[in-house]
């Protein structure tokens, strides 16, 4: 094994054995005169071999678990332990001072090494113990840690009610292949819904519920794993869109809308006001403007008037609400017409007597446009508070009996629809004509005439007496045709045509339409015949 025969040292080193085997040896002294006995034998080990297979078991952000195959030894030493070395992280090299595996079985092929930094590259060796000593390291295996933990809040933009935008930064060390975004169900658990997978910094949350408060973690993995997660990042998703969105009253230039307040779950952002949105009244089917009509002064206003509107239009409305996170989605389109514009003219009278006035109006002008046409109208008389109804119906012309000689009356009109009662038309002052006369009587006769005189009427708060007409009146009977006197030919006719045996003809005797005076007189009569007036 070993010739010393020309040194007098009395050691020497082998080399070249296999690990973890017994050898035993026997050394004799030489001299000029030959060589002595062989001494008592000594059986000696060597160390073990090197352990084999070193490699990764798994990695984290912070630890890389590894494991190797035990030396396989015949007749030397047993092994009692390892020993795994690493590098620093940057060198390549190994050090020498032993990995702290952290297992109470001094015989497993096992070690984590913990401590580390996420996204780095570390080098490592191991070798086996021994009664006889340490073996040699094994080849140099690296491997990298999984990827650092995403450092710092997650970005939020484009936050809608059912959906957001997030963005990361990368973290440091290596560059990762990919990330995974998780989520929440908006319960504040931990987050762990899976919302996107991939290699980009940003992506997208959808399918979400407005008023909702979402977590959100983000992990990097590479070929060494997933790392850590990061921090959780809260946000959340603009209102959800109001419901029952209704018209509680109309006129012709105001709409009055109502909702249901936009639900919000706990955590998730308040409401802070609603914004109502309607078109120009054109037709249902308009756009609506991308400007808010109404804005409300807080989150707990959930109605709204809108003013400046046409009569008769057919309007569309959406209502969205808002809080510190944004606008949240519109709600179902409502459409509602204006109630209709007042008639266009009147009311106006066309006849009056002594008890009655008829009156007439003419429809809106609004009818025939987008809205509610005027289905009916109402006519009132507005000389006292409150105004009384007189009429109702679809009727353009009314008349009012039963009323009194020589008086004022009041009237105003206006159009009804299904959505609602237009304004008042302006007052028209109508008043009655003057009652008949009484006391008519004659004097101062003569053959060829006489003097006529009455009582004036009583004359209340209407037109003041203008004038008076006296009437000579003839009665004709269906007997008296073919008599002396006879019957004129057109009142014959009118016997004739209305099936009546009596005309009675008014002719105007004295026209004192522009005189106020109670008497006249009358000549140019016939002697000794009777008259009636």
């Known amino acids: 094994a070993y010739d010393g025969s020309s040194s007098t040292a009395v050691s020497t080193s082998l080399s070249g054995l296999r690990g973890g085997v017994s050898y035993d040896y026997v050394v004799a002294a030489r001299s000029a005169a030959g060589e002595g006995e062989r001494s008592t034998a000594l059986s000696v080990s060597t160390s073990p071999p090197a352990p084999g297979s070193l490699d990764s078991v798994s990695q984290t952000t912070s630890?890389?678990?590894?494991?190797?195959?035990?030396?396989?030894?015949?007749?030397?030493?047993a092994v009692t332990g390892y020993n795994v070395y690493i590098d620093d992280g940057s060198s390549g090299t190994p050090g020498d001072v032993p990995v702290s595996c952290g297992v109470s079985d001094a015989l497993s092929t096992t070690c984590t090494a913990s401590g580390l930094t996420g996204g780095v590259s570390y080098s490592f060796e191991v070798s086996a113990l021994s009664t006889t000593g340490e073996s040699d390291r094994s080849s140099v295996f690296v491997q990298s840690t999984a990827p650092a933990a995403v450092a710092g809040s997650m970005t939020f933009s484009s936050v809608t009610t059912t959906s957001m935008d997030l963005a990361w930064t990368a973290p440091s060390g290596a560059t990762p292949t990919g990330y995974i975004l998780y989520r929440d169900d908006g319960d504040s658990a931990t987050p762990s819904i899976v919302v996107f997978e991939g290699d980009a910094l940003t992506a997208t949350a959808s399918g979400l519920t407005g008023g909702t408060s979402y977590s959100y973690m983000v992990a990097a993995l590479s070929a060494a794993g997933v790392g850590d997660v990061s921090g959780v990042s809260t946000q959340s998703t603009s209102p959800a869109a109001p419901l029952g969105l209704s018209s509680v009253t109309q006129t012709s230039t105001s709409i009055t809308l109502s909702w249901s307040a936009s639900v919000v779950a706990s955590g998730g952002s308040a409401v802070t006001s609603y914004k109502v949105y309607r078109n120009d009244g054109s037709s249902a089917s308009a756009a609506l403007s991308s400007s808010a009509a109404h804005t409300t002064a807080d989150g707990s206003t959930t109605?709204?008037?809108?003013?400046?509107?046409?009569?008769?239009?057919?309007?569309?409305?959406?209502?969205?609400?808002?809080?510190?996170?944004?606008?949240?989605?519109?709600?179902?389109?409502?459409?509602?017409?204006?109630?209709?514009?007042?008639?266009?003219?009147g009311p106006t009278s066309l006849h009056q007597t002594s008890t009655s006035i008829s009156l007439e109006w003419s429809a809106p002008a609004s009818d025939g446009l987008s809205g509610e046409d005027a289905s009916g109208y109402r006519l009132y008389n507005v000389a006292g508070t409150p105004a009384v109804l007189l009429y109702e119906g679809p009727e353009k012309a009314y008349e009012q009996v039963d009323l009194t000689a020589s008086t004022s009356y009041e009237y105003a009109v206006s159009a009804v629809s299904d959505a609602g009662e237009s304004p008042l038309t302006s007052a028209l002052v109508q008043s009655t004509a003057p009652g008949a006369p009484t006391g008519l009587s004659s004097s101062a006769w003569s053959t060829s005439g006489f003097d006529v005189s009455w009582v004036a009427p009583t004359v209340g708060a209407g037109e003041?007496?203008?004038?008076?007409?006296?009437?000579?009146?003839?009665?004709?009977?269906?007997?008296?045709?073919?008599?002396?006197?006879?019957?004129?030919?057109?009142?014959l006719q009118t016997m004739l045509t209305?099936?009546?045996?009596?005309?009675?003809?008014?002719?105007?005797?004295?026209?004192?339409?522009?005189?106020?005076?109670?008497?006249?007189?009358?000549?140019?009569?016939?002697?000794?015949?009777s008259y009636d007036y």
């Open 63 to 77: 630890s890389i678990t590894l494991s190797w195959s035990a030396p396989v030894v015949t007749t030397g030493s």
């Open 303 to 345: 109605s709204a008037t809108l003013s400046d509107l046409s009569a008769g239009l057919l309007y569309s409305f959406a209502v969205s609400a808002v809080s510190a996170v944004g606008e949240g989605d519109q709600s179902s389109v409502l459409a509602q017409s204006s109630s209709p514009g007042a008639p266009a003219s």
């Open 464 to 491: 003041a007496l203008t004038g008076y007409t006296l009437y000579e009146r003839v009665t004709y009977e269906m007997a008296d045709v073919g008599s002396s006197g006879g019957v004129p030919d057109d009142v």
């Open 498 to 529: 209305q099936s009546t045996d009596t005309v009675v003809v008014d002719t105007v005797a004295y026209d004192g339409s522009s005189s106020t005076a109670v008497s006249t007189s009358l000549s140019g009569l016939r002697g000794g015949v």
